[in-house]
């Protein structure tokens, strides 16, 4: 049998490594998942790099929020490989690891940002406790340090130190959704799932929560991955971006190549729906 690889595969393969230099942080390989018979989500792969922000766009029902599910383990996949390069372990087959090692993953060097923060803080605690509780369950003990970092992370959102003690239940939306990032970053992950973050949000709102969001994945040098249907949510946040249509990635490449020139009739469809509003 030939090993042999073609031009075009010896390419990509050059121009890959000296465009990102690094590993991998996650390489997703051929992930279907199916509800009796009807398709979330068919043989989507691609790799994430340190540092890179992926968009993930798509109509309703094409399967983003299912392919965003699988890849932070909250959805078993029905086929497929999704590796994380982790901090701990090196690679590793998330699928492979036991309930425990995937909540230590998730507390550690994952976040998840829910579309609606009320699906990502504890309602009934203060905005502190909200941000502290996720320090403790990384094993945080002296009581000051943790206040204190706490209402540093308030400061980054946003929020007036004066809101420490107040429940997210008197906070605006904004606000929510604002804490619902300090309470996702405090513990310094380097992978983080967004799903809608601004969904919901009046627009000047969410001009405000995009900036800060990209100011933090830029300070951070965070790893993210995106699920929005705003068009306006990818050019501003994502590196690369991958559009979706009934569970398949129909189109890839960098966001401002893919908007600017799409191939793809329905992504044509997408951007120009989005020009004429
Ligand atoms: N729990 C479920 N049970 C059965 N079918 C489901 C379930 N969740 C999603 N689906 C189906 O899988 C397909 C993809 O849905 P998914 O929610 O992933 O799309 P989406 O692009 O995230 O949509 P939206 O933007 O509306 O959230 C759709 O046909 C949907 O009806």
Known sequence: MSTARSFDEVGQEVSEKSWHRAKPLLSVRGVAKSYDGRVGCADVSFDLYPGE?????GESGSGKSTLLNCLAGHLTPDRGEILFDSRAGGLRDTQAMSE???RMLARTEWAFVHQNPRDGLRMGVSAGGNVGERLMAVGARHYGRIRASAIDWLDRVEIAADRVDDRPSAFSGGMQQRLQIARNLVTGP??????EPTGGLDVSVQARLLDLV???VREMGLSAIVVTHDLAVVRLLADRLMVMKSGQVIEAGLTDQVLDDPQHAYTQLLVSSVLQV
């Open 53 to 57: 922000v992926m968009g993930i766009v």
């Open 190 to 195: 380097r992978l983080v799932f967004m799903d």
């Open 100 to 102: 425990p090692e995937r």
């Open 214 to 216: 990209r100011g933090l």
